[in-house]
Nanobody
Framework: QVQLVESGGGLVQAGGSLRLSCAAS????????VGWYRQAPGKQRELVAV???????NYVDSVKGRFTISTDSHKGTVDLQMNSLKPEDTGAYYC?????????WGQGTQVTVSS
């Protein structure tokens, strides 16, 4: 069993920045990949960004150029740096990790962007 814990959410004005972190109960480098998802009220959960153990990154089109996913080897976390935030970025953000073929989710952290 792997536990994932997100942190860093909050309330920010449009144009502002937030940095989310995902910590794991095992070495973050043991996960095959880690993804950040978000779910806005009344909408389906969507993949925002993903990073593989090899360091490959992918982003949904709506956040390209604004969000950056990275692994912080010092903290042992996978971070999501979110810049130029828009009201439509509002939602609960979840970290997902895959370990030995099993999928694990964190409890989520709320991001609210005011206009």
């Amino acid at each position: 069993q792997v536990q994932l814990v997100e942190s860093g959410g909050g309330l920010v004005q449009a144009g502002g920045s937030l940095r989310l972190s995902c910590a794991a109960s095992i070495s973050i480098f043991s996960l095959a990949f880690v993804g950040w998802y978000r779910q806005a009220p009344g909408k389906q959960r969507e993949l925002v960004a993903v990073i593989t153990s090899g360091g490959n990154e992918n982003y949904v089109d709506s956040v390209k150029g604004r969000f950056t996913i990275s692994t912080d080897s010092h903290k042992g976390t996978v971070d999501l740096q979110m810049n130029s935030l828009k009201p439509e970025d509002t939602g609960a953000y979840y970290c997902q990790g895959v370990y030995r073929g099993n999928v694990y989710w964190g409890q989520g952290t709320q991001v609210t962007v005011s206009s």
